[in-house]
């Protein structure tokens, strides 16, 4: 059974740094793209960041260009994104989400997602 | 950055009848378009891809059509379940989302 289990959202200061994770369980990791979405609750969908199978292609939302990082552990299983220099903008539940390409398409599988709340 | 916007934001309609929902695209996006359905409290579920090809388990109620930069999902014979959020995405270049339509019961 597919699994993506996000960790590591909650109450940050704007400005400040955090860092998310999801554990991928159930299938080859490897042979798939991986992705950050997030919703702001009572919002629609907003994609964030992708990854290809290699970490050989990242792309990123206009909004988080230059602040957010998206990384890859193949052989750990895990999926990452450094968020620094947050915003209150930046608020919403963040949801894991894979591929089912190994290029960066579309979204077969998501996590329950991982809330991240920016706020002084 | 490809914008993707959706129309109606809200639609009205009976259970049994029929729904057409529209997307429509900035620029060309071919048929890399994908359609996706949110309940409340879920991950959203993939419907649709390559913009005609229904995901595996997807009831055959549920059709997509269009390319280039009109799209349409359409539910044949909505059933209580299907009254949902809907999202359409393009990965022509990098992903976009559209805003939303909203199916409600009338």
């Known amino acids: 059974e597919v699994q993506l289990v996000e960790s590591g959202g909650g109450l940050v200061q704007p400005g400040r740094s955090l860092r998310l994770s999801c554990a991928a369980s159930?299938?080859?990791?490897?042979?798939?793209?991986m992705h950050w979405v997030r919703q702001v609750p009572g919002k629609g969908l907003e994609w964030v960041s992708g990854?290809?199978?290699?970490?050989?292609?990242?792309g990123y939302a206009d909004s988080v260009k230059g602040r957010f990082t998206i990384s890859r552990d193949n052989a750990k299983k895990y999926l990452y994104l450094q968020m620094n220099s947050l915003r209150p903008e930046d608020t919403a539940f963040y949801y894991c989400?894979?591929?089912?390409?190994?290029?960066?398409?579309?979204?077969?599988?998501w996590g329950r997602g991982t809330l991240v709340s920016v706020s002084s | 950055e490809i914008v993707m916007t959706q129309s109606p934001a809200t639609l009205s309609v009976s259970p049994g009848e029929r729904a057409t929902l529209s997307c429509r695209a900035s620029?060309?996006?071919?048929?890399?378009l994908a359609w996706y359905q949110q309940t409340p409290g879920q991950a959203p579920r993939l419907l649709i891809y390559?913009?005609?090809t229904r995901a595996p388990g997807i009831p055959a109620r549920f059709s997509g059509s269009g390319s280039g930069t009109e799209f349409t999902l359409t539910i044949s014979s909505l059933q209580s379940e299907d009254f949902a959020i809907y999202y359409c995405?393009?990965?022509?270049?990098?992903?976009?989302f559209g805003g939303g339509t909203k199916v409600e019961i009338k």
């Open positions: 390559g913009a005609s």
């Open positions: 995405q393009q990965y022509s270049n990098w992903l976009t």
């Open positions: 159930g299938f080859t990791f490897g042979d798939h793209a």
């Open positions: 990854i290809n199978w290699s970490s050989g292609r990242r």
């Open positions: 989400a894979r591929d089912p390409s190994s290029e960066p398409w579309y979204f077969d599988f």
């Open positions: 620029q060309s996006v071919s048929s890399n």
